[in-house]
């Protein structure tokens, strides 16, 4: 049998303050980027707006089109070059009933390049209306997808405390139905207050039910999207909602890292914890699932990649996105999630609670 | 019996085997040069048309199109939620009649809640046409047809035509009929009732005139026919002057592609003419020639073909611009052998009365004691007060003849004027259903909306881009499979070699299922498969990683294999129920695209478990049921 590592025995635990400066470091980072942009960058999905990609035969220069854009009677607009110096992207905002930009910024563009014959690939318009819906439901479907993890990991290891679970799981769905009403759904104040509401009562419950292990769980879900989006901030990607859907898939990949751990400290805790503090446990836990882990995130990773260099540049965000997600989530399984889990032990442990009841595998 | 080892090949093989039956379609399909497709089109649209519907379907971002949102824009003027609810019905049957227009094979057209309405055009990105779809307010026209037997006339003209000027389409033509296309009807043997009758070419139905229910006499005394009318409909091809069954078809390639509708009292009084969905493709075309198109509309005008003797008594004499118009989708005659039927008028190209004199419209159930009339769905009108004069002098001139509601170049309904209509106030008797009824209302209603519709949301691909996005897809799964592939031999060697096997197979069988659901793949879709490959092999790294532990602690061959599956089985569940989960709320909040991606996610990982745990299963239990195996690399 080839094997990768024989009984490995790697340090991982000791080093963790280390690591989660560096996590908090980059989160900062991109805060401080987010600040310095104004904002996160929000495609036309989430602005409303216009997007027009356009090939051309030969090059032309984003100056060019900006007169064009100019002449046309635009007043706000972005003009980048997209993949390669034949192709523009141009981003509009437009104002009320300036339905045909097309036509005029065609005309222009026939001014003053006749001789380069072009084709328009992608035209989208979202209008104002749609672009508010689309935000609220990308919001959204991101709490609907933690709420649904919190309840999958209570019900998956917290199982001990069945009041516990029946509470998280009520809770859960009085979030779903309360987020699906038009109310919340057509206003981005109502759905902050939603999630506030939400993310304390979760604290609230995590505490009252000692529910350590999903308390791990959630904060290395939170800490993934925040990594991916505070990345894309810093390189300066735009936030569509082919971002979204990829923050959502990393969210239920992150989460399986996590549950592989959390379930082999749950097997190893009562043979050993008489003889090691937690953190040795959780230690020899990661160098026994080590071979698992490197092979599962390497073959999906590989995939990603090759994704990232073969997919072609409509996609490109899309995988970029999940490659730093998944990079995260396996990082933040050992460097997040566990240290969560010791703090949590440490500070409101109540004994040996951390046993099994279910068959690992 | 679940569990014996014959069971086991034998789902295994018919899994294959099913997927390779749904995928068939799909592969032939991307196969076919686009001549060939054109020529099916035109010979076989309905073979073509299923194999399209059994093929996967491609997304708007992959084939290219148009996806548009459109709303009403209440800017101007503020309307009560009824009053928004029925303004959207009306215009979606307004878009619907216009979308026909473009041509688009199964467009998207349908209603989201209540004040939005989804359209999808495959192969359509012209922006500028797409607003004019939206914006144009509906036509409404009322148009006088012309009676069938001067229709016939103008088809044979055209026939001549076709033959003098060589406009003749080449299309397949099928082994053994002699160089007739078959396009007989295959009931053309039957004889049963309610058929319609072809009206040219091999005909044995004449023969059962009987059963057509066609009284002899009628066409020659109330259109005036010239003609000689034979005593029964075996007549006509007497009408047309010409003997032998056997070459008609040849003689009149564009009159064999039209058939009779056979109700009524008599068959030739009603002005339209029926033809079969499959010769669709090959009318428009001839059509759409310039020089039969010009044939038609001059018939009168160039008095090619006399048409006083079809004229009413009041009608006058003065000759008008003609033209052929076609049925709603909605109105096709479903003949005995569920063939469809699309009908087709010839009517006079001015319109006697346009939409504006029309105040109200709407579906009632008859009363009375006319049995014709009483609890039969009927549609009235109400006239404007010019309407009322323009309606009396119509209705006056042009009695016992049919009037077409066109809608948007389309004819809705063509009922017949039974009487003088002094009051401004008609009904529309013969409606076949309430239903229809109430459409038919929409639609009268249609030419005014209380505001204007306006485009949300649009989103254009052109086919280049989309044809790109399928290209990096094919690469991409390509160099992923293989690196994959490559990497489960190395380092699991045989188990490897088991594990990729499953690997394809899932692939296949993903395939298969989109193809069976007809679902649409999309480029995040393929995106999502490509994914597939690489959590699918999770399932194996799981498995074999399991049995390696086993091994080591000691236990034969067979009892670690079983202890793997076993073990592993609960873990592998886990690690894709958390991802199904994601995949589900994408799929509730995702637009198209995204719900693509959800959609082969989620398939692509139900089927990798079953190719992951019990396929392998199958082939290590049949390899290592051999007394000569002792271990297997792993």
């Known amino acids: 049998m080839l094997e990768l590592i024989k009984n490995p025995n790697f340090e991982f635990i000791g080093i963790r303050k280390y690591m989660i400066s560096a996590s908090l470091i980059l989160i900062g980072l991109g805060i401080l980027s987010m600040i310095l942009r104004g904002g996160l960058k929000y495609g036309i999905d989430f602005t409303g707006g216009a997007a027009v990609q356009l090939k051309f035969e030969q090059e032309v220069s984003p100056e060019q089109l900006r007169e064009a854009l100019r002449a046309a009677g635009m007043t706000s607009y972005e003009v980048t070059h997209f993949g390669d110096r034949n192709h523009v992207l141009i981003r509009l905002q437009l104002s009320e009933g300036e339905q045909d930009y097309l036509g005029a910024i065609q005309k222009q563009i026939q001014q003053i390049l006749p001789g380069n014959p072009y084709t328009i690939e992608q035209n989208d318009l979202v209008g104002p209306k749609i672009g508010t819906e689309l935000r609220e439901k990308a919001m959204l479907a991101l709490l609907f997808s933690l709420i649904g993890m919190i309840i999958y990991i209570s019900i998956r290891f917290e199982a001990e405390s069945f009041l516990g679970v029946l509470v998280t799981v009520i809770f859960g769905m009085l979030v779903l139905t309360v987020s699906s009403l038009d109310v919340v759904l057509r206003s981005d104040f109502w759905t902050i207050v939603v999630i506030s509401i939400a993310s304390v009562v979760v604290a609230f419950i995590c505490l009252k039910f000692n529910f350590k292990y999903a308390v791990g769980g959630i904060v290395a879900l939170v800490h993934d999207v925040l990594v991916t989006v505070c990345v894309l901030s810093i390189l300066g990607k735009e936030i569509d909602l082919t971002i979204v859907a990829a923050l959502l898939t990393i969210v239920g990949f992150s989460i399986n890292d996590t549950i592989v751990i959390f379930d082999r400290i749950r097997e190893e805790y009562p043979k050993e914890h008489k003889r090691m503090p937690l953190d040795r446990i959780i230690n020899k836990c990661v160098n026994i699932t080590l071979s698992r882990t490197i092979i599962t995130s390497l073959t999906v990773l590989v995939v990603v990649i090759v994704l990232l260099i073969f997919g072609g540049e409509v996609i490109r965000p899309f995988t970029l996105a999940m490659l730093i997600g998944l990079i995260s989530g396996t990082y933040s399984t050992i460097y997040i999630a566990t240290p969560v889990l010791i703090f949590w032990q440490e500070r409101f442990g109540r004994g040996d609670e951390l046993t099994t009841k279910k068959v690992p595998a | ?634």
């Open chain 2, 1 to 634: 019996m679940f569990s014996s080892m014959k069971f086991k090949i034998i789902l295994t093989v018919a899994v294959i085997v099913g997927s390779l039956y749904y995928l068939w379609p799909t592969f032939y399909l991307s196969r076919m040069s686009p001549e060939k497709r054109r020529t099916m089109h035109l010979s076989d649209p309905q073979g073509l048309r299923e194999l399209e519907e059994r093929s996967i379907k491609l997304g708007l971002d992959l084939q290219g199109g148009m996806h548009l949102v459109l709303e009403l824009d209440k800017s101007q003027m503020s309307m009560s939620a009824d009053e928004e609810k029925d303004a959207i019905d009306r215009a979606l049957e307004i878009i619907r009649t216009r979308v026909d227009q473009f041509g688009v094979s199964e467009p998207l057209i349908q209603k989201a809640g209540d004040e939005r309405i989804i359209v999808e055009l495959a192969g359509v990105i012209d922006t500028a046409r797409a607003r004019a779809l939206v914006e144009q307010s509906a036509y409404l026209e009322f148009k006088l047809c012309k009676p069938q037997q001067q229709f016939l006339d103008i088809l044979s003209r055209v026939d001549e035509l076709i033959g003098e000027q060589n406009l003749y389409v080449v299309t397949e033509k099928k082994e053994g009929s002699g160089g007739t296309p078959s396009l007989a009807p295959a009931d053309s043997e039957k004889k049963e009732s309610f058929d319609p009758l072809k009206l040219f070419g091999e005909n044995e139905a004449a023969d059962s005139a009987a059963a057509v229910k066609a009284p002899a006499d009628s066409a020659a005394k109330d259109s005036g026919a010239v003609k000689a009318a034979g005593q029964d409909t075996s007549g006509l091809e007497e009408l047309l002057g010409t003997a032998g069954a056997a070459d008609q078809s040849e003689k009149r390639p564009f009159g064999k592609l039209f058939f009779q509708a056979p109700w009524g009292q008599d068959t030739r009084r009603e002005s339209e003419l029926l033809v079969p969905v499959n010769n669709v493709p090959l009318v428009r075309e001839y059509l759409n020639m310039p020089q039969i198109k010009q044939a038609v509309e001059l018939a009168e005008v160039d008095n090619t073909v006399d048409y006083l003797p079809y004229r009413s008594q009041d009608e006058g004499d003065e000759p008008d611009t003609l033209e052929v118009l076609w049925g709603d989708d909605d109105t096709d005659y479903i003949g005995q052998d569920g063939t469809a039927y699309k009908r087709v008028f010839l009517m006079k190209k001015r319109p006697e009365m346009t939409g504006g004199y029309l105040a109200n419209a709407s579906a009632t159930l008859g009363s009375g004691y006319d049995p014709k009339v009483a609890n039969k769905p009927l549609v009235l009108m109400e006239m404007t007060g010019e309407g009322t004069d323009s309606f009396a002098t119509i209705s006056e001139r042009f009695i016992n003849r049919d009037l077409a509601i066109v809608l948007d170049k389309i004819v809705k309904f063509a009922p017949r004027i039974i009487t003088r209509i002094p009051s401004g106030r008609a009904q529309i008797e013969g409606v076949p259903s309430m239903e229809k009824a109430r459409d038919l209302a929409i639609v009268l209603r249609a030419g005014a909306l209380p505001a204007p519709l306006q485009i949300a949301e649009s989103r254009t691909i052109g086919p280049s881009l989309g044809a790109d996005s399928i290209q990096s897809g094919k690469l991409s799964a390509l160099i992923g499979l293989s690196l994959v592939v490559l990497f489960m031999l190395i380092y699991y060697k045989f188990g490897g070699l088991v594990a990729n096997f499953a690997l394809v197979l899932d692939m296949i069988i993903t395939l298969a299922v989109l193809a069976g659901f007809n679902a649409t793949l999309t480029l995040p879709g393929i995106a999502g498969l490509i994914l597939t490959i690489g959590m699918a092999v999770d399932a194996n790294v799981l498995i074999f990683e399991r049995i390696r532990e086993e091994l080591r602690s000691g236990k034969t061959l067979r009892a670690a294999i079983d202890a793997g599956y076993d073990r592993a089985f609960s873990a592998i569940l886990d690690g894709n129920l958390t991802t199904f989960l994601a995949a589900i709320v994408l799929f509730q909040f995702g637009t198209g695209p995204i719900k693509g991606f959800a959609v082969t996610l989620s398939i692509g990982l139900a089927t990798s478990m079953f190719t992951a745990i019990y396929v392998t299963r199958v082939i290590f239990e049949l390899w290592t049921q051999r007394k000569s195996v002792k271990s297997i690399s792993l």
